[in-house]
């Protein structure tokens, strides 16, 4: 199975803050790489697909990059409605796998 | 727009079968990849496995022993069978849809979840 290793946990941010979450895959998944958002009581939402394009709807203050088996999500200017939890998820092969999510808190 | 709802028994009892049906509805259920996944505050979440379309059903290696996936077309949904369950399959169940086209098969349209408990 490809290991998705999600980090940090969790972070403490303000609004206004530029935050970045990273995910490193254990072996090459080309650039099947999606990020999704989840708050409490919620289905994940899917936030970016192949590593940098944003899902219709998603704000601009989201983006997503890839270097190699690196990737990263940053949320610009942070909104209140952004204090969530992240999850990374490969869908270069099977089984798709996750990586532990990062709680972004106040 | 398209919109999944699982639904099933919340209350599945140890060793027999968890049973869970997803409706599609505002789209074909044909040519997208249907997935089930789960959730337990210890392990994250857990892909199950997926069937696209008609065709044969994909499983996780940890559960494939136990897991059954299909799908009935002139239904517009898709089914969940987990058997011999113990209270590790305690769960937020999910289904939810893959794109092959567009999204590189990321989960664009989810269902809201059911809560399974395995307990006697």
């Known amino acids: 199975d490809i290991q998705m290793t999600q980090s940090p946990a969790s972070l403490s941010a303000s609004v206004g803050d530029r935050v970045t979450i990273t995910c490193r895959a254990s072996q090459n998944i080309g650039d099947y790489l999606n990020w999704y958002q989840q708050k409490p009581g919620k289905a994940p939402k899917l936030l970016i697909y192949?590593?940098?394009t944003l899902q219709s709807g998603v704000p601009s203050r989201f983006s997503g990059s890839e270097s190699g088996t690196d990737f990263t999500l940053i949320i610009n200017n942070l909104q209140p409605e952004d204090f969530a939890t992240y999850y990374c998820q490969q869908t270069f092969m099977t089984p798709r796998t996750f990586g532990q999510g990062t709680k972004v808190e106040f | 727009q398209v919109q999944l709802q699982e639904s099933g028994p919340g209350l599945v009892k140890p060793s027999e079968t968890l049973s869970l049906t997803c409706t599609v509805s505002?789209?074909?259920?044909?040519?997208?990849?249907w997935n089930w996944i789960r959730q337990t505050p210890g392990k994250g979440l857990e892909w199950i496995g997926h069937?696209?379309?008609?065709?044969?059903?994909n499983y996780t290696p940890s559960l494939k022993s136990r897991v059954t996936i299909s799908v009935d077309t002139s239904k517009n949904q898709f089914s969940l069978k987990l058997n011999s369950v113990t209270a590790a399959d305690t769960a937020v169940y999910y289904c939810?849809?893959?794109?092959?086209?567009?999204?590189?098969?990321?989960?664009?349209?989810w269902g809201q979840g059911t809560m399974v408990t395995v307990s006697s």
């Open positions: 192949g590593a940098s």
């Open positions: 069937i696209y379309d008609s065709g044969s059903p």
């Open positions: 505002g789209g074909s259920i044909s040519r997208y990849y």
């Open positions: 939810a849809r893959a794109d092959t086209v567009t999204t590189r098969y990321a989960f664009d349209f």
